[in-house]
């Protein structure tokens, strides 16, 4: 599974940083706003897996503090790039620093959403499994409909149309964190990987594979190029099947190191790639390559830290 991750933390790295844009049009938009979308959902799955024994246990109150305190933290971290100064020079850069906070800087975004994914969870963990499947459909698919309606501009209403096209009306906690991390929350609890196959795990993950692919290829000729996709209907199928494949395969590895790299990988590598832009001449290919790889040795140190603070991964 931590396999997974640090393949997960690459996709991530290639997606901020346009993967393959300097190679071709067509090959970044198929990886970023592809292949590479499974990423963040397959996180909300792993952590909606593993936040079963928290609940069991009783342990959600604990869970949430060191979530919230880790998001604090890399906030801080990152607060030269977000909070707008003089920060009482304007309404506008107090609203602005404001909204920041609530909704999470660039990539910790995914912070905010694992918070609210665990307390909407935590709310709805006793309801019958089928009435949490269809809320998880429809916080699914509203999200999947207000992007497309937004990205095609199917309201005849510029208002509405640019409320749709706002990122955080579709790309939030309650559309795009819940239902995954919820799935994997089921999954964990019923046992439900025990009953499917291997064989069909493979099945299903080529199947969604191919209609990711698909989908993204149809979008490539009718949406701008420019514009980033993160609601993808095809995600609700290739996501879970490719986790379940992953538990399935159980391949060793020094789980807990693996672990730590990739979330270190994905907390550091905007501050790398920040760095890293006064060399775009590179081309993005190469700047991925690198924004990955040095993450990956600052990594170290954030785990070394850890080891002492406890709170930063």
Known sequence: MDTLKIGLAFMVVGLHARF????????????????????????????????YPTIVSGRQRMWIRKVLVLYILWMILYSPFWIRFPFFGSVQNVSSTLLEIVKGYYHLWYVVGMVGAASTLIVLQNIDIRNLKAVILICFLSGVCIQYFGAFHLINNNYIDKILNMNAVHKNFLFVSFPFFAIGFILNKYKIVELVSMRAAVRLSLLGCMALIGESYFNSFKLPMDLGVDNLASLIIVCPAI????????????????????????????LVLQFLDQYKSLGETLITILVFL??????????????????IL
């Open 20 to 51: 393959l844009s300097d190679v071709s049009p067509l090959a970044e938009y198929l990886t970023v706003n592809g292949i590479f979308r499974i990423a963040v959902p397959i996180f909300f799955l792993i952590n909606g897996y593993f936040f």
């Open 243 to 270: 986790f379940i494949l992953f538990l399935k395969l159980q391949i060793s590895s020094n789980s807990k190191q693996l672990s730590n790299y990739s979330s270190g990988i994905y907390f550091i590598h905007i």
């Open 294 to 311: 040095i993450s990956g040795v600052l990594s170290y140190f954030i785990i070394e830290i850890n080891k002492r603070v406890r709170f």
